[in-house]
């Protein structure tokens, strides 16, 4: 192994270096950490999976199943990292994985010795017995042993970014079938989008020697991108990799914008999301060349034909100083020329067709090569490979000294893409391989990714195909400039199995799935290809089967004795390679993991010390501490205390509000609410009770009537969008004849409910003008008035029992209008109260809030079964009838009063009758919202109790088992605080 | 009522079901869309369907 | 980002929702707040007001000169027309401008922003950053204004000027 004294494209003017393994050494700009490595002599970069076998680099290209390293170190540390794709730069580090002590020592590769017990489906067959073990001993083991990589475990410190890109055409692939297309569709004015994983244009071009038009493929390529990037209608997308394909002709991409670089400049981004929106879309990804199945064919120095030509055409690095060509095909016979013109003794060619007739026979002849046809190789031989076996035309073994296999399977088009909206693609009995069936919509494989493998074809399809996609869109696409290319033969016949072979030979890598693997899945009874995927593992790795898909496949069509086209194939799934999550998330994480949002007296809040909860995406303060108290149970229960000894004020603003106007907006709420509220008269407000189709109530608010036609809802901070769709459910589908217009105003009002005995006096010093005597604003009332030039309204309804408003302007002034009225209350001792005072209020007052309002309750288990009207129909009229919703049995509300003066009952807990023993059968319901009330001085609740009503004053067991154990309690009325409700209404 | 509440055609192919538009015009829209392939053959406002449809 | 871009401060500007009563069409809604521009975006005699049509049926009214008791003056104008609801508490706009304004806000939204697309006059109501937004390019200026509810201002502000960078 060395690097070539001259060729390749790596710029030997900028030498680079790079560690592996903690091994400095020198490369160059334009490798990838995969040929330095190569051009450095380093065979052994890896262990397998699961039996910490020595492995080498098997391919050149993103479908490395071996070559797995960490890159980089410390928070940047990315494990699975594909050696062959990884572009190397200066200082780059990197380390293997999956072993220990070191890569050359691997302890754990005593597994080898355990392999029959390993074999396929073994962890369903064994670390059964004893069951306690399992926790205690085997998972421990297994997860130190498995796995490949580690995470660092830090925070990612990168920040990444997301755009949007819409288009007439996407080429998938800057190889020379999507570079034709993309210059034929560019030129023609569409609107052009090309993405390649790679950094440099032209795919196999850079690892070939075949020419265009008289001139290196390479040299097309770069053209082609340059006249490219010069189009404003075209964008080129380099690093990137198409990941996916979606619903809606909409496909996922990720550009890698600094991976490659030494340093991320600060906030500099360092992946970018790609969401692209296509008319059409041509996949011109190309091919994967297969491995073969024979003994010791995973030993560093096997190598893919096609990756031992990228290396010494494209790299200048020679994988070996002897070489071995075991081939199916005709390109082998490609890598077996590169090998001469590089220098590179070439002992063989293991041809296994009978009469393989290929035009580079001469020239390799005359080189002194030995030529074997109708031969295999049976065993590759060496911890680091350094001999093959091979099997003749006549059975004949006859051993061959190397340290270089290049083997050639044949092609499998790169066609994971096109299934992922479900389509399995087809067997193609020309090519021996799959392809694309049924593409998703806008999408047309081109080139060697639709199974036409020679270079010709490619640029042709990719201008045809480009041609017409800008006709379909009423352009006209020029004649394409001349690309002259070889229309080379590509012959295959499959080689599936060499047959008998000594040491253990591998189908996925990976995984180190065996062809044994695959027959004893098969006799096991596992025919079925998706069984043998998931009983093997094979293909469920990270490069998900690409080298031993169809390997795989074919060995178990040979099982079942079924030809493949019948042994059918699985589909590949999104991601195509690997994606970061952190990529995927973008700017969402941390804080912003999703939009907060906040109330109108945010600010005002924060200034006075708020300590903030999230309801839904609202943060809303729940209370507002101050200096001195203990803890936030002092600091509630001051609150509740000063709302109800003089005045309080909340911030209310969250709550759902909604707009009804219109002729029939009273007709429209009459078969919302349960309730009536067609009578509802002007300026009054009214308790309101939603149901949903199925009899359950949905949700609760109030209305209010400010004209004939125009209504004012609220509803629950939580089941605000839910109740505008609902809403628009009933105008827009059930009723569309009715008049009736609604629209949300939730954020246009700010409002602050002032609570207290005192809130009365406040308000009229905010207001004086506005008479807000009982007989002006009665209870359940509303009065507009404007202050400050808006509008204001105030509502008299009371959550917590007291004597009470709601106060709203639009939230313009919120900030405002909060402010203004601690002023207007300051000699009143007026006191801020968040969520938390506010929930302990409504529990003493028995009010159903949201763990109530669960989804599973009647009207009926709320005590509100006389809200009901029998005058009118409405939604769940009909099936709140249902026998199992009016069953008497049903929990229903009641309030408990723990026996013990200070002990407290948690929400959740269950209840059971005096003595009975904790089992399902004895439940008889549960605690919904519990609090320590500073009123009562104790603990009370609210639950759903068996036939509540009838049992107040009976002691009841509130079992707790799995926090504060058991406590006896009273049932009681489901009230604590003025039962009569005289205090709201003063 | 039974078959109301709790039982639901299982279709292999075209249906036609409500969709909402929540974070656009906020209107309710009647779309056809094949369960097999999620094609959408066609969307309209349920404003605007027959009142004689059958509503899912 | 290459090409320049302003993000102004977000403005409070009177807003209203105007729904079309049942059977009234687009043209009667606007002969009455006396429009001569096309359904989505247009400027009128005084009252200088936009119209940005939201759904069918539905706009959203935006002036900076709302004169008093805003939106009574405009309620009365539609009369029978349209339910009119104020929303001036539930914006605040921004305007983006600069010939880098459609690729910053092509960052965050789904709906093709090239002007071939999305050209002067048009609208949509969409999302970014999980954010509700109605944005469109207005007429007689060039770049884009974004509407937003007021209680998304500070994530919102986040997003824009980490775009921006």
């Known amino acids: 192994m060395s690097r070539l004294a001259q060729g390749g494209l790596i710029d030997r003017n900028a030498p680079l270096t790079f560690r592996f393994d903690g091994r400095t050494m020198p490369g160059f700009a334009g490798d990838t950490l995969a040929s330095a490595l190569v051009a450095n002599g380093v065979g052994l970069v890896g262990r397998s999976f699961k039996y910490h076998r020595p492995r080498g680099i098997l391919t050149a290209g993103s479908e490395e199943p071996n070559a797995l390293v960490t890159l980089r170190a410390g928070a940047k540390a990315e494990p699975n990292t594909r050696a062959t794709t990884a572009q190397l730069f200066d200082g780059l580090e990197a380390t293997s994985q999956n072993r220990w002590p070191s890569l050359n020592l691997d302890l754990l590769s005593v597994n080898q010795l355990a392999a029959p017990l390993l074999a396929a489906g073994f962890y369903y067959k064994t670390f059964m017995w004893p069951a306690a073990f399992w926790e205690r001993v085997y998972e421990p083991i297994i997860r130190r042993a498995a796995g490949l990589g580690a995470l660092s475990g830090l925070p990612d410190p990168d920040v990444y970014d997301r755009d949007h890109a819409f288009c007439d055409l996407l080429v998938i692939g800057a190889g020379p079938a999507g570079l034709a297309a993309a210059l034929t569709a560019g030129r023609a004015g569409l609107r052009v989008v090309i993405a390649d994983e790679d950094w440099l244009p032209g795919g196999r071009l850079l690892s070939d020697r075949r020419l265009i038009n008289e001139a290196p493929g390479h040299i097309w390529a770069k053209a082609a991108a340059d006249e490219l990037a010069s189009l404003a209608n075209v964008r080129w997308l380099t690093r990137t990799s198409v990941f996916g394909v979606y619903d809606g002709r909409e496909y996922g991409a990720v550009e890698r914008l600094t991976d490659h670089l030494p340093n991320t400049p600060a906030r500099q981004p360092r992946q970018r999301l790609w969401k692209i929106v296509a008319k059409h879309a041509l996949l011109a990804t190309g091919a994967i060349e297969r491995p073969l199945v024979f003994g010791g064919n995973d030993r560093p120095g096997v190598m893919t034909a096609s990756a031992v030509s990228t290396y010494l055409n494209r790299f200048a690095a020679a994988p070996g100083r002897r070489a071995v060509v075991f081939t199916t095909s005709d390109s082998g016979w490609d890598t077996a020329d590169d090998l001469i013109e590089a220098g590179v003794e070439l002992a063989a060619i293991v041809d296994a067709r009978d009469a393989p007739m290929n035009a580079r026979e001469p020239r390799i002849r005359a080189a002194g090569v030995r030529i074997l046809t109708g031969a295999v190789v049976a065993d590759a031989q060496g911890r680091q490979l350094k001999s093959v076996d091979v099997r003749d035309r006549d059975g004949r073994s006859l051993s061959i000294a190397c340290d270089l296999l290049a083997v050639s399977g044949g092609w499998s088009p790169t066609i994971g893409l096109a299934s992922h909206l479900g389509a399995r693609p087809v067997w193609s009995e020309t090519i021996a391989s799959f392809v694309i069936h049924q593409p998703p919509p806008g999408m047309t494989a081109i080139g060697a990714a639709a199974g036409r493998f020679s270079l010709a074809k490619a640029l042709a399809d990719g201008a045809s195909e480009a041609a017409r996609i800008a006709s379909e869109l009423g352009r006209t696409a020029t004649p394409a400039s001349p690309m002259h290319a070889y229309d080379e033969p590509v012959a295959v016949r499959p080689l599936w199995h060499v047959g008998a072979h000594k040491t253990k030979a591998f189908v996925d890598f990976q995984n180190d799935v065996t062809d044994t693997d695959v027959a004893l899945a098969a006799g096991e009874g596992f025919t079925s290809v998706e069984h043998l995927k998931r009983y093997t593992t094979l293909g469920m790795a990270t490069d998900q089967g690409k080298t031993s898909q169809l390997n795989g496949l074919a060995l178990l069509a040979k099982a079942t004795g079924k030809p493949i086209d019948q042994a059918g194939t699985i589909l590949a799934r999104p991601p195509h390679a690997p994606v970061a999550i952190g990529v995927l998330a973008g700017h969402h994480r941390d804080e912003h993991f999703r939009p907060a949002r906040r109330t109108p007296s945010h600010d005002w809040a924060v200034e006075n010390g708020a300590s903030f909860v999230d309801a839904g995406q609202w943060k809303r303060a729940q209370w507002f501490a101050r200096p001195g108290e203990r803890d936030w149970l002092e600091t509630v229960n001051r609150e509740v205390n000063a709302v109800r000894a003089g005045v309080g004020v909340c911030d209310v603003s969250t709550l759902g509000k909604i707009d009804v106007h219109g002729p029939d907006a009273a007709t429209l709420l009459d078969r919302l609410y349960a309730n009536q509220i067609s009578t509802l008269a002007v300026g009054k407000v009214r308790y309101g009770l939603m149901l949903r189709e199925d009899g359950l109530v949905m949700d609760d608010g109030t209305v209010s009537r400010l004209s004939e036609t125009r209504f004012f809802v609220t509803t629950t901070t939580v089941n605000a969008a839910k109740v505008m769709q609902h809403i628009d459910f009933a105008r827009q589908v059930l009723w569309p004849a009715l008049d009736v217009q609604a629209c949300s105003v939730t954020e246009q009002w700010a409002t602050f409910a002032v609570a207290g005995p005192k809130s009365r006096v406040l308000l009229q010093n905010l207001t004086p003008d506005l008479d807000l005597t009982n007989e002006a604003l009665p209870f359940m009332g509303v009065v507009q008035h404007r202050w400050r030039g808006v509008r204001m309204r105030i509502f008299r309804v009371s959550f917590c029992g007291e004597l009470a408003y709601e106060v709203s302007v639009p939230a313009t002034l919120g900030d405002g209008l909060v402010r203004a009225v601690f002023e207007a209350g300051a000699d009143l001792g007026v006191t801020a109260y968040g969520t938390e005072a506010l929930g302990v209020m409504r529990v003493e007052k028995g009010h159903p809030a949201g763990a109530e309002l669960n989804g599973q309750t009647t009207a009926g288990d709320l005590g509100l079964g006389g809200l009901l009207s029998r005058k009118k129909d409405y939604i769940g009229r009909v099936l709140a009838g249902r026998p199992g919703l009016t069953d008497p049995d049903r929990p229903t509300l009641v309030g408990l009063r723990p026996v013990a003066q200070g002990a407290r009952i948690r929400a959740g807990a269950h209840l059971l009758p005096l003595g009975a023993q904790p089992a399902a059968a004895n439940d008889q319901g549960y605690v919904t919202s519990a609090a320590y009330s500073p009123t009562l001085g104790r603990g009370i609740a609210l639950a759903l109790l068996q036939r509540g009503p009838a049992r107040h004053g009976e002691r009841i067991i509130v079992h707790d088992p799995v926090r504060a154990g058991d406590v006896e309690a009273e049932v009681c009325a489901p009230v604590f605080v003025d039962p009569q409700g005289g205090r709201a209404r003063g | 009522m039974f078959d109301y509440v709790y039982l639901r055609d299982n279709l292999a192919g075209l249906m036609r079901e409500h969709w909402y538009h929540a974070q656009g015009c906020r209107n309710w829209l009647v779309v056809t869309r094949d369960t097999r392939t999620h094609e959408i053959f066609d969307a309209a406002l349920a404003k605007n369907a027959a009142a004689s449809e059958p509503k899912l | ?165």
């Open chain 3, 1 to 165: 980002m290459a090409d320049t871009v302003t993000i102004s401060e977000p403005r409070s500007l009177a807003v209203a929702t105007i729904m079309a009563r049942k059977g009234v069409n687009e043209a009667a809604i606007e002969a009455a707040v006396r429009l001569a521009a096309p359904s989505q975006v247009g400027r009128s005699a005084p009252p200088a007001l936009a119209l940005i049509a939201t759904g069918p049926g539905v706009w959203l009214a935006l002036t900076d000169e709302p004169g008093e008791a805003w939106p009574d003056p405009l309620e009365a104008q539609l009369g029978d027309l349209a339910a009119v609801s104020d929303q001036s508490g539930s914006y605040l706009v921004w305007r983006i401008a600069g010939p880098g304004a459609g690729a910053l806000l092509q960052k965050g939204v789904a709906i093709d922003l090239h002007p071939d697309a999305f050209g002067t006059g048009a609208s949509a109501v969409t999302v970014i950053a999980h954010m509700g937004v109605i944005l469109w390019r207005p007429e007689g200026a060039e770049g884009f204004e974004v509407a937003a509810f007021r209680s998304y201002a500070r994530d919102f502000e986040h997003w824009l000027r980490a775009q921006a960078l």
